[in-house]
């Protein structure tokens, strides 16, 4: 059958292989109701003849967008970049678990100025389901939507009682961890950097303390909430190390945070780790190119960023799911 020289549709596609509408529609679809020998006909045909699935009409059909929506919250620190090194890895393993599913990826920044941000993402129709990087200071506001909104997994800390899905690393186990490392190597005058009103943060700066209250009076805390953008990290603990700073060893709640300490340890004329031993929280690609190499507690976030898009798209499906934490891993390097 000759087509004009255009672009076919599906009506051509089904005079082509003279059958009906629907069928060649349930054939492409993979439906099992055609046999398979019609849909292998129909899509080597559909091949043949450069015949090109209306997408937009398939999803307004299905009312699906075929788009997922990542957003990342900076409600508790609004001078984060996207060019965060955590955020930068995370974002990339997203990307490709999201296009290996065959869906776009809506990326959002969003700074919260009221309570429906996050309402008004998920009733624009441009989204089919949610992944939220880190709850930030904005638990509240996802516990509410999650019980309206069920496609919508978060990375970020596993609270008890909580209804909203997350998947993320065992912060507080994470952090006792690499704490009982600088403990078991002598060091005594502990610090913990970073800021606790992140639920992750909170949890790794509990998993600190947990290891210093076991390992007895004889261990000496201190706690600093720091930026966690590079430069203003690096500020704070610059004017911190202007005075002698009686500590030995750094507890960081993060990469970012424990690369600045050892920028500002070193132009203030201290050793890592003679002088006082640095630890991180993420392991991220810059972390074994410090120096000295960073020690660090690793969180899998290829691992993690597939998870949350399996849990996804079965809650997209209507499968039940629950939240997961990941066994958090120490990197041994040269600064602890």
């Known amino acids: 059958?000759?087509?004009?020289?255009?672009?076919i549709n599906m009506a051509d596609l089904a005079k082509i292989a003279g059958v009906s509408v629907s069928t060649v529609s349930r054939a492409l679809a993979g439906n099992e109701a055609i046999t398979s020998d019609t849909r292998e006909r129909i899509s080597r045909l559909a091949q043949e003849h450069g015949y090109r699935p209306n997408m937009q009409a398939r999803n307004l059909r299905l009312r699906r967008s075929q788009s997922i929506g990542v957003?990342?919250?900076?409600?508790?620190?609004?001078?984060?970049?996207?060019?965060?090194?955590?955020?930068?890895?995370?974002?990339?393993?997203?990307?490709?678990?999201?296009?290996?599913?065959?869906?776009?990826?809506?990326l959002s920044?969003?700074?919260?100025?009221?309570?429906?941000?996050l309402d008004r993402l998920i009733d624009s129709g441009r989204i089919d389901g949610l992944i939220i990087v880190g709850q930030s200071n904005q638990t509240e506001t996802i516990e509410r939507v999650s019980k309206r909104?069920?496609?919508?997994?978060?990375?970020?800390?596993?609270?008890?009682?909580?209804?909203?899905?997350?998947?993320?690393?065992?912060?507080?186990?994470?952090?006792?961890?690499?704490?009982?490392?600088?403990?078991?190597?002598?060091?005594?005058?502990?610090?913990?950097?970073?800021?606790?009103?992140?639920?992750?943060?909170?949890?790794?700066?509990?998993?600190?303390?947990?290891?210093?209250?076991?390992?007895?009076?004889?261990v000496f805390v201190t706690t600093m909430a720091i930026d966690l953008v590079a430069e203003n990290a690096y500020t704070e603990l610059s004017k911190f190390f202007d005075e002698p700073a009686e500590i030995d060893g750094i507890v960081a709640a993060t990469d970012v945070i424990a690369m600045s300490?050892?920028?500002?340890?070193?132009?203030?004329?201290?050793?890592?780790?003679?002088?006082?031993?640095?630890?991180?929280?993420?392991?991220?690609?810059?972390?074994?190119?410090?120096?000295?190499?960073?020690?660090?507690?690793?969180?899998?976030?290829?691992?993690?960023?597939?998870?949350?898009?399996?849990?996804?798209?079965g809650l997209l499906d209507g499968k039940t799911t629950g939240s997961l934490e990941m066994k958090p891993k120490i990197i041994m390097r040269g600064s602890a």
């Open 149 to 218: 909104f069920a496609p919508m997994v978060v990375w970020g800390a596993c609270m008890p009682g909580q209804n909203h899905i997350s998947v993320g690393t065992d912060n507080r186990l994470g952090a006792r961890l690499i704490t009982e490392h600088l403990i078991g190597q002598g060091r005594r005058r502990l610090m913990f950097l970073g800021d606790p009103s992140a639920p992750e943060i909170k949890q790794r700066e509990i998993g600190f303390h947990d290891a210093c209250a076991a390992a007895g009076d004889d």
């Open 109 to 117: 920044k969003v700074i919260p100025t009221d309570e429906l941000w």
């Open 71 to 106: 957003v990342l919250p900076l409600g508790h620190q609004k001078d984060q970049h996207l060019t965060d090194p955590f955020f930068l890895m995370m974002l990339g393993h997203l990307a490709d678990a999201i296009s290996d599913k065959g869906y776009d990826m809506l």
């Open 261 to 313: 300490a050892i920028r500002a340890l070193s132009d203030h004329g201290l050793n890592v780790p003679s002088d006082v031993a640095v630890t991180g929280f993420d392991d991220v690609a810059l972390a074994s190119h410090t120096i000295p190499p960073l020690t660090t507690v690793k969180q899998d976030l290829e691992a993690g960023a597939r998870i949350m898009i399996e849990k996804l798209f």
């Open 1 to 7: 059958m000759n087509i004009p020289n255009r672009t």
